[in-house]
């Protein structure tokens, strides 16, 4: 990247792997957050959003979708700020208003997210005064099925969230669970094309400003997805493992395992991909693969995140 983006009223706050990137717009009339991280981490996104609000009150929260990286803070703030509005997905209203463990994935993803309310739901072709700007709605199925991107055409901003990355996408959690949803990534991929965003803010990793780049890599790492679904498989059942290592920081190998083999995503990859394997065996060589990527170490009885 040879610039930053600099738009008055917009602020990035980049966290990591762990945690979604939170962006704080203000402008006169308000103040909104959109995505507030994981719950680990929630008193860190209070302290990030009253650092820059000097006083301030946050009066909106917008999710780009449920996911508990992306949401896991909505409690603290909502708590903090009585007065907020929360805007989510339509898709997700009613498992939030009921708080519907299976529907919300939290259980099955073996991650945490406290529950929260919300006062409005988002639609695709919907504009949002951010920062006084107009930002765009868009539906942005596959990662998630419910996720939105915002964009704002003037700078020609783009709000990502995990469908474009600079290095591909997020897992495309329906695929794990048996749904065909590789075709809405390709079409979610199209349709950032046709935006023509100039800068991308994405759920994970730094602003970039070289979309054509990033939507190649993504495409390619698609393909690869499409050709051999056991890949993707694999590949999303070491993001369940190395995301609660990242939670955890270390843990005992035998709690850590015992805590896997009760995953029910993990149960479901290993059935579907990997059942001629015992569950243990499949589970350690998951591992070893992230080991030998150096995502883990294993120190004597402990595995410890690197």
Same mark, same amino acid.
């Given at each position: 990247?040879?610039?930053?983006?600099?738009?008055?009223?917009?602020?990035?706050?980049?966290?990591?792997?762990?945690?979604? *990137? *939170?962006?704080?717009?203000?402008?006169?009339?308000?103040?909104?957050? $959109?995505?507030?991280? /994981? !719950?680990?981490?929630?008193?860190?996104?209070?302290?990030?959003?009253?650092?820059?609000? *000097?006083?301030?009150?946050?009066?909106? +929260?917008?999710?780009?979708?449920?996911?508990?990286?992306?949401?896991?803070?909505?409690?603290?703030?909502?708590?903090?700020?009585?007065?907020?509005?929360?805007?989510?997905?339509?898709?997700?209203? %009613?498992? !939030?208003?009921?708080?519907?463990?299976?529907?919300? *994935? /939290?259980?099955?993803?073996?991650?945490?997210?406290?529950?929260?309310?919300?006062?409005?739901?988002?639609?695709?072709?919907?504009? +949002?005064?951010?920062?006084?700007?107009?930002?765009?709605?868009?539906?942005?199925?596959?990662?998630?099925?419910?996720? $939105?991107?915002?964009?704002?055409?003037?700078?020609?901003?783009?709000?990502?969230?995990?469908?474009?990355?600079?290095?591909?996408?997020?897992?495309?959690?329906?695929?794990?669970?048996? !749904?065909?949803?590789?075709?809405?990534?390709?079409?979610? +991929?199209?349709?950032?094309?046709?935006? %023509?965003?100039?800068?991308?803010?994405?759920?994970?990793?730094?602003?970039?400003?070289?979309?054509?780049?990033?939507?190649? !890599?993504?495409?390619?790492?698609?393909?690869?997805?499409?050709?051999?679904?056991? %890949?993707?498989?694999? /590949?999303?059942?070491?993001?369940?493992?190395? /995301?609660?290592?990242?939670?955890?920081?270390?843990?005992?190998?035998?709690?850590?395992?015992?805590?896997?083999?009760?995953?029910?995503?993990?149960?479901?990859?290993?059935?579907?991909?990997?059942?001629?394997?015992? $569950?243990?065996?499949?589970?350690?060589?998951?591992?070893?693969?992230?080991?030998?990527?150096?995502?883990?170490?294993?120190?004597?009885?402990?595995? $410890?995140?690197?």
């Amino acid at each position: 990247m040879t610039q930053r983006l600099q738009i008055p009223g917009l602020q990035v706050f980049e966290r990591g792997w762990l945690s979604a *990137n *939170n962006i704080l717009f203000t402008d006169p009339d308000s103040a909104t957050l $959109v995505d507030s991280g /994981y !719950v680990t981490h929630q008193a860190q996104t209070l302290a990030l959003v009253q650092n820059v609000l *000097n006083g301030r009150s946050l009066d909106r +929260l917008v999710n780009t979708h449920l996911h508990s990286d992306h949401c896991g803070g909505n409690h603290a703030l909502q708590a903090h700020y009585p007065q907020l509005e929360t805007h989510i997905p339509p898709g997700e209203a %009613k498992a !939030v208003s009921s708080w519907d463990l299976a529907s919300l *994935n /939290y259980e099955a993803t073996g991650q945490l997210c406290p529950p929260f309310k919300f006062d409005d739901v988002l639609h695709a072709g919907q504009v +949002l005064r951010l920062a006084s700007l107009d930002w765009q709605v868009h539906a942005a199925p596959g990662h998630d099925p419910h996720s $939105v991107i915002l964009f704002e055409p003037r700078h020609k901003i783009l709000i990502s969230a995990d469908a474009l990355w600079a290095n591909g996408f997020g897992v495309v959690f329906p695929e794990l669970e048996g !749904v065909d949803a590789f075709h809405e990534v390709a079409e979610t +991929l199209d349709l950032i094309e046709s935006l %023509k965003p100039l800068w991308v803010i994405p759920g994970h990793g730094a602003v970039f400003d070289n979309a054509d780049e990033a939507l190649g !890599v993504a495409r390619k790492k698609l393909d690869g997805f499409i050709q051999s679904p056991q %890949k993707h498989a694999r /590949y999303g059942a070491k993001v369940l493992l190395k /995301y609660k290592l990242l939670e955890l920081a270390q843990v005992e190998t035998s709690a850590f395992m015992a805590w896997a083999r009760g995953v029910p995503f993990l149960k479901t990859l290993h059935q579907t991909h990997a059942a001629q394997m015992p $569950v243990q065996e499949w589970l350690q060589d998951l591992l070893l693969d992230l080991e030998r990527s150096k995502a883990l170490a294993f120190q004597d009885k402990l595995i $410890v995140n690197l």
